[in-house]
Structures are given as structure tokens and as C-alpha cells.
């Protein structure tokens, strides 16, 4: 079975400052690891995606994320938050190759100005 | 190209009533899903289709929710005597397929159901 365990239900940061939004995962097999972001009133959308090649992923606009097997994390970063990061992330998990997605709880990003 | 579909954007109904949610998936897409998002249980697999195979329903809360996808592309979900608790955004995704690189799920923008 997998889980997944976004450890902040809200992080706020300040514009041009770094965002961490951290996830922990849990699979009985090999896994498929994602962050999905769901803007406002819009649906969700691939931020980036770990499958089975490079432990550092990059995403869309500058989200990356490292797949730490030992620690069994997840965490999503960017250097520098813009305003138009505001939103909900989701950190999600499968067996690769498997079909339903598992997701975390989300974590609610705000920006301050 | 286009998107995931899906209406209505918006169902409000009483208690006791049926509904029916469609989905439109990308197309070309083989492979479709449905998720519930709602504010006390998260985000939810409920039943998934793959090509002519039989469905994976192990998501389906109650034999009230059902599914079905015709002629390998739009899908129905219908939930009969729709009770209060199965207010939430119901949320479709296509994929082109489901194994290796390809399996990518593109979520539509859902339909927020209401029920009274």
C-alpha cells in the first residue's frame, strides 16, 4: 500500500524568498512520486514527476524536487516565490506503473507581498 | 488541443435525488479516472478505466455510485439517492496510457456537487 504525508497544512512565505513544501511517502513497492498545484477555482495541474530516473526533478515554473529514499521524502522547492504561486499543493504517490493516484492532504501556499 | 471536460460545473440537488456527472477526456487518451475532492476526506480515488478492460471500482465509497464509460471515451458517473456527505468536487482525469512515462493524468476542472 502507499500513503503520503504533507507535513504543513499552510506555509506562508514572502515574495522572493524560498519556498519548502515538505512530503513524506510511504509504498510497499517501488514508487511514482508527484507534486500536483491546484489554483484557485481551476484544476489541478502537473507541477513535476519522479518515476525512476534522476533523484532531483524539475518542474514548471522553477519547482523542483529530490526523491531521498533513505529519508523517504518528497520535498518541493523553489528558490524564489512569485506571487502567482499562491495555491494548493498536492503531493502524490504510486506504484509505478499502477493507475490510482494516492494523494496528501495538500498544503495551502500563501505569498506575501 | 482541448482538455478534460466535464459538466456541469456546478449541481446543486435534494436529498434523495439521482445525479449524473460526464466527463470528456482528452482525446486518444485510453485511460480515465474519477477522484472526489472533498473538505474532510481529500482528494479520493474512486474507479478507474483502462481501454476494454473492466473497471477498477475498489474507490467506489457505496453501490449508490456508479460508472460507466461508452465506446472507450465519454464517461457517466452517476450516484443514486444522493445523500448529504457526497457533497464535494468530483474531478476526471485522462491518460494515454498507464504504464511508463505515458501515464501522466490530466485532470478536467470538476463538477462541484451540492446536495441539500
Known amino acids: 500500500a502507499q500513503s503520503v504525508t504533507q507535513l504543513d497544512s499552510h506555509v506562508s512565505v514572502s515574495e522572493g524568498t524560498p519556498v519548502l513544501l515538505r512530503c513524506n511517502y510511504s509504498s510497499s513497492y517501488s514508487p511514482s512520486l508527484f507534486w500536483y498545484v491546484q489554483h484557485p477555482n481551476k484544476g489541478l495541474q502537473l507541477l513535476l514527476k519522479y518515476t525512476s530516473a534522476a533523484t532531483l526533478v524539475k518542474g514548471i515554473n522553477g519547482f523542483e524536487a529530490e526523491f531521498k529514499k533513505s529519508e523517504t521524502s518528497f520535498h518541493l522547492t523553489k528558490p524564489s516565490a512569485h506571487m502567482s504561486d499562491a495555491a494548493e499543493y498536492f503531493c502524490v504517490v504510486t506504484r509505478r506503473g499502477a493507475q490510482k493516484l494516492v494523494f496528501g492532504q495538500g498544503t495551502r501556499l500563501t505569498i506575501n507581498p | 488541443g482541448a482538455g478534460v471536460s466535464q459538466s456541469p460545473s456546478n449541481k446543486v440537488t435534494e436529498k434523495g435525488k439521482d445525479v449524473e456527472l460526464r466527463c470528456d477526456p482528452i482525446?486518444?487518451?485510453?485511460?480515465l479516472y474519477w477522484y472526489r475532492q472533498s473538505l474532510g476526506q481529500g482528494l479520493e480515488f474512486l474507479i478507474y478505466f483502462q481501454g476494454n478492460s473492466a473497471p477498477d471500482k475498489s474507490g467506489l465509497p457505496s453501490d449508490r455510485f456508479s460508472a460507466e464509460r461508452t465506446g472507450g471515451s465519454v464517461s457517466t458517473l452517476t450516484i443514486q439517492r444522493t445523500q448529504q456527505e457526497d457533497s464535494a468536487v468530483y474531478l476526471c482525469?485522462?491518460?494515454?496510457?498507464?504504464?511508463?512515462?505515458?501515464?501522466?493524468?490530466?485532470f478536467g476542472p470538476g463538477t462541484r456537487l451540492t446536495v441539500l
Open positions: 482525446s486518444g487518451h485510453t485511460a
Open positions: 482525469a485522462s491518460s494515454l496510457d498507464v504504464a511508463g512515462a505515458r501515464n501522466e493524468q490530466f
